[in-house]
């Protein structure tokens, strides 16, 4: 999480685009984390998506080696197999002669899954068993945030998205109905709503804050 969060810092630097609005889902949660931490001052707001402050438990981290090594044994389709139905909301995912679900959408998500190379895959899930928690950082987080989560979140339940946002000072919680982990898929309407007041929200606080020089 560290080496993406200084990869994105040597990107703001060189686009000499910072302070950003950083946007985190899931695993990008656990970077904005890393990134916050390492550079505070070139994060203008925090939007956490679908992502949680806490570090793996020891059973997690054995789960993620253990996915790392299925992957490596038997390709991106294993990790699919097992991920997937985690991934959406049950109403999503439950499709068959008798739910319509949605397997239009789940085929898709499997597919960028299934070209993802397993060397990204396993490093992933490594990288995510050895994250540290950041659950001591949330009460020095400064900057205005966003907390989005699906409201049938199988990954990240409600109630721990609520605790994150409320140890955090100047945060929203919105719960995205209809949606699981992958809700900008299941619910984009929505996500996009939310997104949309609170950017503007936050130009209005950033005009208010910055006073021009003359």
């Known amino acids: 999480m560290d080496a993406f969060a200084e990869d994105l810092q040597a990107l ?70 097992q991920m997937l139905p985690k991934m959406f909301a049950p109403t999503s995912f439950a499709f068959s002669q008798e739910k319509s679900g949605r397997p239009d959408l789940v085929e898709s998500v499997r597919q960028i899954m299934l070209a993802t190379s397993v060397n990204a895959l396993a490093g992933s899930l490594r990288g995510m068993a050895a994250r540290p928690s950041a659950v001591e950082l949330l009460a020095k987080i400064t900057v205005p945030a966003l907390v989005m989560a699906g409201e049938n979140d199988l990954i990240v339940p409600a109630a721990e998205s609520a605790a994150m946002a409320g140890a955090i000072s100047n945060a929203r919680l919105v719960m995205i109905p209809q949606a699981g982990h992958l809700a900008s898929l299941e619910n984009p309407a929505a996500v996009v709503e939310t997104m949309h007041a609170f950017l503007g929200n936050i130009s209005d606080l950033w005009v208010e804050n910055v006073a021009p020089s003359s």
């Open 12 to 81: 703001l630097e060189e686009r000499k685009c910072a302070p950003v609005v950083l946007v985190g889902h899931s695993m990008g949660g656990y970077i904005s984390f890393a990134f916050y931490r390492k550079f505070p001052q070139s994060v203008r707001a925090l939007v956490l998506f679908c992502t949680r402050a806490s570090a793996d438990s020891a059973e997690g981290k054995i789960a993620r080696e253990n996915l790392a090594q299925r992957a490596e044994r038997e390709g991106a389709a294993a990790v699919a197999e």
